[in-house]
């Protein structure tokens, strides 16, 4: 692997792209980075990017930077020195070249906003020199010796990227809702619109979802004149992010993890980060009268005079309906967004390594060690895929620096071994 197309320039691209700098530093071999980002570096945590104004904090300690948990074990001989490496693009890196390191320190290491967690992508991207195009990806097709990704940049201009091997971040679109609706906002939309002060006077509004987005949706609302807000979720309850140090430990060291069983997996996820709400929004939400849950899944949105009226089934009951000024779609990024831009040739290259149509189970069950798609010549990493077969926290930002080891580790002994033979790549291995 000569050369890594990143698409999606957020936290998983930077740990990559800091790794890569790090082990050239070291006169070891890495693959040239590209990454390609429609809006700019960290753009997802900036109010362009749709899925926040920026102003609400990280819902992970920050200390989980690019390159947490500093624990490199597969280059023999050097993992000390990656990890010393590593350490000048961590956040506390970041404070202290701004100066801000003490005062972070003294008002107790808070989570920091959004838009200061873009400005720290941003400088990893600079300080590792990490080649980034902007443009938007149209097409995904499949090459001779790997990849090509059809890019238009914002005026039009079209152009090719080529690569040995392709990694995809991100969550897609948030410009998506449920219904076409004046009353039901994306959670892009809705974000606009609070970025420009324009959210309408609303006596109740619901949220769909039960997730991080979600629960920085209610985290805004609750700071508006709203006399009730509802959050939808399926779910028995709104649960609260495990941050304990059992459920962190699986999350910081994925080694544990190949010994559960599948349920066991699924049962951690749904517990600790599927439809839960981190422990300061729930905090911020638990003191609000105004708040309130109701279970069920929607599945009819109709209109109701200047409102809007959503029909929701549960299992066991009648289906309920209820009233709102306003709706908000926060149910998160699609996790298959990204088959919309595949060619027939790179679909099907995709169905035979997996062994049949492609759907999220067989595409999860198929991520291998390297977070790749097993069985393809041209790699395809897809960690926000690689929660179930490698372990929770690289979908995530809970170990970065894992993920980058994971991603350039085999492209790295692959290289050792083409210029020193056996020998030298088995000197990568403990």
Known sequence: MDRLLVVG???????????????????????RVTIVESHAVGGNWLPSGGWTDG?????????????????????????????EAMMAFSWT???????GYAEWVDRGRPSPHHHVWAKYLQWVARKSGVEVVLGT?????????????????????????????LMITGPGNSARALAEHPKMLSIAEFWNLIGRRELPSISRAAVIG????????????????????????????????????????????????????????RDVVRRTDRGVFSVRVQENLLGDSRVHHLQGRV????????????????????DQTHAFDLVVDATGGQPLWFLDLFDADAADLVELAIGGPIDKD??????????????????????NLAGLAQGPGFPNLSCLGELSDRVLAEATMRSSAVRGGATQRAEYLR
Not at 93 to 99: D, I, M, Q, S
Not at 231 to 238: F, G, H, K, L, R
Not at 301 to 310: F, K, Q, W
Not at 362 to 383: C, N, Q, Y
Request: glycine residues 10%; charged residues 25%; without cysteine.
């Open 55 to 83: 102003r609400h904090r990280l819902g992970t300690s920050p200390e989980k930077d690019v390159g947490f948990p500093y624990h490199s074990s597969w280059a023999r001989g050097h993992n000390r020195a990656i990890n």
């Open 137 to 165: 990806v149209r097409t995904i097709a499949a090459a001779a010796k790997g990849w090509e990704v059809a890019v238009v940049d914002a005026d039009g201009v079209a152009s090719a990227l080529g690569s040995d091997a």
């Open 93 to 99: 890196a970041f404070l202290v070249e701004r100066g």
């Open 210 to 265: 039960g997730g991080e987005t979600a629960g920085s949706a209610m985290d805004e609302l609750v700071r508006h004149d709203a006399l009730t807000v509802s959050v939808i979720s399926p779910a028995a309850t709104i649960y609260t992010r495990g941050e304990s140090y059992f459920e962190n430990s699986l999350y910081s060291d994925p080694g544990k993890w190949r010994a559960l069983s599948v349920d066991e997996r």
């Open 299 to 318: 599945v009819r949105v109709g209109g109701l005079g200047e409102g809007i009226e959503l029909t929701l089934r549960n299992e066991r009951r009648p």
């Open 9 to 31: 320039a957020g936290p998983k691209a930077m740990a990559v792209a800091a790794k890569a700098h790090v082990l050239r530093e070291l006169g070891l071999p890495a693959p």
């Open 362 to 383: 067989r595409l999860e069950a198929s991520i291998g060690h390297d977070l790749a798609v097993t069985g393809m010549e041209a790699k395809l990493f897809l960690p």
